[in-house]
């Protein structure tokens, strides 16, 4: 019977693991953002210790400084590009693929989307934070920007150390300057999880073979399909 079939269970397994993970990576991402965004002026720093900041800054999203058209399409793009890992996502999952693969996924697929919905709808619902105000959240289509347009809310800040002025090129640098987001800590850990321990597994493709005849397993299904 197929409900017996461990391989089923296994596939149900991960794929309630991989939606916990995204879900809640997507709650705590919102609140920290919210309370930031509702709570602090733009700019305005907290210093929690000598090399750890909450400093409330927006990143418009925007690459190479490139104005309307730029925007819309990277979160145009971003809308494609999540969908795809929701794809590969769900594939991984059916073709049985590791428990800490799809975990990997799973945080990168969540950090990408948290990102996604500052763009998709803080220009919406909130007013535009200032030096001299916090935002407030308002009526729908009463906000700072329209849909897509919204700003990326980033606060996590970690100057570490600043460079001897006497070094070459980074003197006097901050030796970690950029801010960034839970959503964005999420991402990064995904893909270095994924360059340092499943380099393998990725060049696989979608055939995943620990070397007991598994890609040969689900090819047949395939085929069956």
Known sequence: MENGNPESHNCARQGRLALIIILSVLVIDQIIKILVKTNMSL?????????????FVENNGMAFGMEIIGKLFLSLFRIVAIGFFIWYLIKIINKGFPTGYIVTVA???AGATG?????????????????????????????????????????????????PEWMPLVGGDIFFS???????????CGVVSLLLFYT????????????????????????QD
């Not at 996604?116 to 729908?140: K, N, R, V």
């Not at 493709?205 to 085929?223: P, R, V």
Request: proline share 4%; net charge negative; charged share 15%.
């Open 43 to 55: 700019g305005e720093s907290i210093d929690i210790t000598s090399w750890f900041k909450i400093l």
């Open 107 to 109: 945080f990168v697929i």
């Open 115 to 163: 990102n996604l919905l500052d763009c998709m709808f803080y220009g919406l619902f909130f007013t535009e934070s200032t030096p001299l105000q916090e935002a407030t959240f308002t009526s729908l289509g009463s906000g700072y920007a329209p849909f897509l347009y919204g700003k990326v809310v980033d606060m996590f800040y970690f100057p570490l150390w600043t460079w």
């Open 178 to 188: 950029p801010v960034f987001n839970f959503a964005d800590a999420c991402i990064t």
């Open 200 to 223: 393998k597994v990725v060049n696989m493709g979608l055939h995943y073979d620990d070397g007991s005849g598994n890609q040969e397993n689900a090819d047949d299904t395939d085929a």
